[in-house]
């Protein structure tokens, strides 16, 4: 799979949950997410993948990137609530007074890439169009 298809993917998949991409965050929790997609390992050092998406985005302080995404799930769970996760995933994932952290949220989108369930989205949306 294509770079520029993985990042199309994540972007939708932030745009179902809710996130607005006019948010400095949407584009740093994109980033994240694409790069843990290609290293899973990533996940589990989050100060690491931020100082990387900082380099990436010229942003001096990496504390600035985790406190973009945080407010951009936390703008979007106080708007909207973050029920469309569960829709993402066609079960209840989260309870609707439930805000995940940045680390579930990340890992949310990469296993949604992952299972390919953004491919029945893409299946309904083709059923729809005919």
Same mark, same amino acid.
């Given at each position: 799979m294509?770079? *520029? &298809?993985?990042?199309k993917?994540v972007? !939708?998949a932030?745009i179902? %949950?809710?996130?607005?991409?006019?948010?400095?965050?949407?584009?740093y929790?994109s980033?994240?997410? &694409?790069?843990?997609? #290609?290293?899973?390992?990533k996940l589990y *050092?989050?100060?690491? =993948?931020f100082?990387e998406v900082?380099k /990436?985005f010229?942003?001096?302080?990496p504390f600035?990137?985790e406190?973009? /995404?945080q *407010?951009? /799930?936390t703008?979007?769970?106080n708007t909207k609530?973050?029920?469309?996760v569960?829709? =993402?995933?066609?079960?209840?994932?989260f309870? &609707?007074?439930y805000k995940?952290?940045? #680390?579930?949220m990340i890992n949310l989108?990469? &296993?949604y890439h992952? !299972?390919g369930?953004?491919?029945? %989205?893409e299946?309904?949306?083709?059923?729809?169009?005919?």
């Amino acid at each position: 799979m294509q770079a *520029n &298809e993985v990042e199309k993917i994540v972007k !939708l998949a932030l745009i179902r %949950v809710g996130i607005k991409c006019d948010l400095v965050g949407f584009s740093y929790l994109s980033k994240s997410i &694409e790069l843990v997609i #290609a290293t899973p390992s990533k996940l589990y *050092n989050l100060s690491k =993948l931020f100082d990387e998406v900082a380099k /990436i985005f010229h942003v001096k302080n990496p504390f600035r990137v985790e406190a973009n /995404i945080q *407010n951009a /799930i936390t703008q979007t769970f106080n708007t909207k609530g973050l029920q469309s996760v569960n829709d =993402l995933y066609g079960m209840k994932i989260f309870d &609707e007074k439930y805000k995940p952290t940045t #680390a579930e949220m990340i890992n949310l989108i990469v &296993e949604y890439h992952n !299972l390919g369930l953004y491919k029945q %989205v893409e299946t309904n949306l083709n059923k729809i169009v005919k």
